[in-house]
């Protein structure tokens, strides 16, 4: 063996051991009994200072052993909050408080004031884009008050709050589609866009107080609960006014964002005597902006949706052509309607909610160069084109309506 194949063969092992060495551990290792977990946020303005409020999970009360059998003695987590100028100051003023440092990468739900949504929300924004530790999937809610109170709030089904809120909008987000699930990164996206207006479901408390004792569980009812309320409308980084929850339904069959729902109708067109129901799916909508020679503009709407019918309060026999493809016209015009009652609110309010500029500028890029300084003027002067094909594809096990099934008993 030479001495050049000896040497290598001696450093050889040496490199790859030192190698090894270099990859073994961890070198910002936490302990689990040094952090304390964030389930959820919410953020307040007080009119000089941001507080923070944080859910911090108690992992000895939700633990198997703590909620075997009847209710452990201790809640499932605690609410505290800071104060401060700057959002990371107000964090970072936990631990004045807390034995442990906070962890946010289990944050589930961020709840956002009244006051601190109206104040302007881009400083929160920038935290999230600067910091490894703040997940952009988190989800965005608003609140009609305090943020906190929304924290406060104990939850039945679910062991902690934080989850169950966000288990909520993603429910109504996949099964009713009035309110869309609304992440941070959307969020931001949504303020960048040409049209700059992003839609944000309300989170409120029903009733009267709040239930934050773990003793309320005991109860088979309450008289307070969290449920679902409007929509922020937030123009870039402020928010600016609110939408019912029907007119953010119109919405989404606009911009394409209904998933699976159940859709009610009247026996006529027009009808609010709601007597029958679809369950939809198979969505899809697409805008189509159209300019005309005589300078008007027309955004087309062209709808599709399958449906299976879940209920039959007409006088129809939908087991024959005719009377399906009534039934059929009845449901597409509660859609249209919907999408009228949602177009002309958010004209009233001058909001581009639906993403129109984005499509303007898509199709037309240089006429888009022409009118995007004044847009929030020329939106109001679009006109709607709505076109729905609405398919009822299962009418399910029965024919008749079961009352005229009653009435022919009766002869």
């Known amino acids: 063996m030479g001495k050049k194949s000896f040497t290598r063969a001696r450093l050889c092992p040496i ?23 964030n389930a ?16 911090v999970i108690i992992p000895q009360s939700i633990s198997s052993q703590g909620t075997s059998g009847s209710l452990g003695q201790q809640a499932p987590v605690m609410v505290f909050s800071t104060s401060g100028g700057s959002m990371r100051g ?19 739900i961020l709840v956002i004031g009244e006051k601190a949504a109206s104040h302007g929300i881009s400083q929160l924004m920038d935290v999230y884009l600067r910091n490894a530790d703040a997940r952009e999937t988190v989800s965005l809610l608003v609140a009609g008050g305090e943020g906190r109170k929304i924290l406060e709030q104990v939850i039945p089904l679910e062991k902690l709050p934080g989850a169950a809120i966000q288990n909520m909008i993603q429910n109504e987000d996949q099964n009713s589609s009035n309110f869309n699930q609304v992440m941070m990164y959307k969020m931001m996206n949504g303020m960048t866009s040409d049209s700059s207006y992003t839609l944000v479901p309300e ?36 928010l600016v006014g609110w939408f019912t929850s029907e007119e953010g339904y119109g919405i989404n069959w606009i911009r394409n964002t209904v998933n699976s729902t159940v859709l009610y109708f009247g026996c006529s067109k027009g009808s609010k005597n709601y007597k029958s129901a679809v369950r939809i799916y198979r969505t899809k909508s697409k805008l189509k902006p159209i ?17 299976d019918l879940l209920e039959n309060g007409c006088q129809q026999d939908v087991s024959k052509p005719e009377g399906l493809k009534i039934m059929e016209e009845y449901a597409k015009a509660e859609v249209v309607d919907l999408m009228n009652l949602a177009f002309h609110s958010a004209v009233e309010k001058k ?7 984005d499509m303007l ?18 939106f109001p002067t679009i006109q709607l084109e709505p076109n729905v094909q609405l398919r009822i594809v299962r009418i399910g096990m029965s024919n008749k309506p079961f009352n005229e099934l009653l009435e022919k008993s009766d002869k």
């Open 15 to 37: 490199t790859i051991f030192c190698a090894c060495l270099l990859l073994t551990g961890c070198w910002d290792r936490k302990e689990l009994n040094q952090i304390a977990i």
């Open 40 to 55: 959820a946020t919410a953020l307040d303005w007080n009119g000089k200072e941001w507080v923070v409020s944080f859910q």
């Open 90 to 108: 107000a964090v970072q003023k936990s631990s004045i408080e807390m034995p442990r440092s906070l962890f946010f990468a289990h944050n589930r």
């Open 203 to 238: 989170v409120i408390i029903s009733g009267n107080g709040v239930n934050n004792s773990i003793a309320t569980l005991k109860n088979t009812s309450f008289k307070n609960k969290l449920r679902l309320g409007r929509l922020g409308i937030f123009k870039q980084d402020k």
């Open 291 to 307: 300019f005309k020679s005589d300078g008007q503009w027309i955004m087309r709407v062209e709808a599709t949706a399958n449906a």
């Open 351 to 357: 909001a581009d909610v639906f993403g129109f500029a």
């Open 361 to 378: 500028h898509k199709h037309y890029p240089k006429v888009w160069k022409m009118v995007k300084n004044d847009w929030e003027q020329k």
